[in-house]
């Protein structure tokens, strides 16, 4: 998907056009049968626009005047066939094109930006293709159970896992989702694994992904696989995808194999992505010093310099859904 995600838009942009194409022509057949006057507008409109076209361009006296007098004629006529079509009980639009977006005019782009909607049809796409579309129908905020952390403090922690969920994260992450436009901020959930952090990038991942942002979710390892993938396959467009989304959630960071190549490239990425304030949020089940000891200063520079840090703590939940599935 990800090397064809630009043909398979493409095609969609087509199929849109295509299935208006055939719409207004039904919609044209209808009213020159039932009002015929509305045909003979139409065609009027169309000799004006051509004469106003050819005018303007052509050295006349009185071109001036010429093209007010065309102009007026050409709105008094718009004028009437609304009237005539609204008078029988017709949108005003019937026999007009309609886009799906009249930003872009379905084409996906405004001059050589893309367009929203194209961004939209990524996600789409993308959200398919991923299977995120499975994971998330279980990982989101409805399924969100705060009774698995434990209202007992834990060692030296200061709250309660559940109070260091209920009153800290939870909050944090609900306003992020909500000022996600206006927020350069960056997420790194650390802790022991089984605590809730995956499952609340999914969280995020899905009420983003719902509100049309291009949220782009990796393990450690499948991540360090893509970057290889730049580096010696030359893939541009997985490049502009990971550089360029709305929000690169990196999963499970400790997970990977890590070389030269790795911590160089995820460096690299890190840096990028900071420098154009791309967001990210990172998960690891590595606690902060061990972190340290893992990847080099400059990685964890940026990670702590750069991140909201949030730990997670308690039992592990995974743990406990199957000892109570097996009761």
Do not use: W
């Not at 051509?50 to 009185?62: E, P, Q, R």
């Not at 260091?164 to 901020?185: L, Q, R």
């Not at 967001?279 to 310099?305: C, D, Q, V």
């Amino acid at each position: 998907m990800i090397r064809g995600y630009k043909e398979e838009i493409a095609k969609i942009y087509s199929r849109i056009q295509e299935n208006e194409d055939a719409a207004l022509k039904k919609r044209k057949l209808e009213i020159s049968e039932k009002l015929p006057d509305v045909s003979n507008i139409e065609r009027q409109i169309a000799t004006l626009c051509i004469n106003l076209s050819v005018i303007s361009f052509k050295d006349v006296d009185n071109r001036e005047q010429h093209l007010k007098e065309l102009r007026e004629k050409i709105t008094d006529l718009r004028i009437k066939k609304s009237e005539l079509l609204a008078s029988n009980g017709y949108p005003i639009d019937y026999v007009s094109r309609r886009y799906k977006c009249n930003k872009c005019k379905d084409t996906g782009y405004i001059g050589s930006t893309r367009c929203v909607c194209y961004k939209q049809k990524l996600v789409k796409l993308y959200y398919k293709d991923s299977h995120l579309d499975l994971i998330l129908k279980d990982n989101n905020f409805e399924h969100f159970n705060i009774n698995y952390y434990s209202s007992s403090r834990t060692g030296e922690e200061p709250k309660s896992p559940r109070k260091n969920i209920e009153e800290k994260i939870i909050p944090f992450i609900m306003d992020y989702i909500k000022n996600f436009s206006a927020s350069n901020t960056n997420l790194l959930f650390y802790g022991n694994s089984g605590t809730g952090k995956t499952f609340l990038s999914n969280c995020i991942a899905k009420d983003l992904l719902d509100r049309g942002f291009l949220v782009i979710y990796r393990t450690a390892d499948d991540l360090i696989q893509e970057l290889k993938q730049i580096k010696f396959e030359n893939n541009s467009t997985l490049e502009d995808l990971l550089l360029n989304c709305d929000l690169l959630i990196l999963d499970d960071l400790g997970t990977e194999q890590i070389t030269d190549f790795s911590s160089t490239e995820l460096f690299n990425l890190l840096n990028k992505r900071l420098l154009i304030n791309k967001k990210m949020l990172i998960s690891s089940n590595y606690s902060l010093e061990k972190l340290s000891r893992t990847y080099s200063e400059r990685i964890t520079s940026r990670l702590f310099g750069n991140f909201n840090l949030f730990k997670f703590y308690g039992e592990d939940i995974r743990v406990k859904i199957n000892f109570s599935k097996q009761r």
